[in-house]
């Protein structure tokens, strides 16, 4: 499996792109569409097409952001899941792990390569490194979280989000 690195990474206090995206629900929605209505969280993963230790941290960290969807929801929070799988492999995942959030297509890898987020790359199979963005009410990116895992992402990202403040970025 190799990491394919994309472009350098957007960071806290930069706006966030518009791309748009396939959703679950079957609307072409932009990222930015969220942009004056409400804060949200985007998190990149791969696990739909993955399999073993890294399908298992896929799923982990999957059905942690479902335990806090009611969390962020209450919260005035919206939660994206993004993938770089095709329509169908996500909506049977959708469906194994009934998830209350959308999940994004990024089949063509057009939002991981505007936000730099990084890939691996296991023949023709392309799965995002997991990744977390926490976006202001205003359309600004207040937090990256590179590797994202369970534990504790949730509280960092609405903390981030709450405090309006612009997180520490990894170069």
Do not use: W
């Amino acid at each position: 499996m190799t990491i394919k690195s994309a472009r350098p990474r957007v960071q806290a206090g930069d706006p966030m792109p518009s791309v748009g995206l396939r959703a679950s629900d079957g609307y072409l929605l932009n990222l930015r569409s969220f942009v004056g209505k409400q804060a949200a969280v985007f998190v990149f993963f791969g696990a739909p097409t993955l399999s073993g230790q890294a399908r298992e941290a896929g799923d982990a960290l999957v059905e942690a952001l479902k335990r806090a969807h009611p969390r962020l929801t209450k919260a005035g929070i919206a939660l994206v899941g993004i993938t770089c799988d095709n329509e169908e492999q996500q909506k049977q995942y959708l469906e194994e792990h009934a998830l209350p959030f959308l999940l994004f297509c990024d089949e063509r890898r057009s939002a991981v390569d505007l936000l730099g987020v990084p890939t691996t790359v296991k023949g023709e199979n392309y799965n995002a490194v997991p990744t977390a963005f926490a976006v202001a009410v205003d359309g600004t990116i207040v937090d990256v979280v590179d590797n994202a895992g369970p534990k504790g992402l949730i509280a960092r990202l609405m903390e981030s989000i709450e405090e309006g403040h612009l997180a520490p970025t990894h170069s």
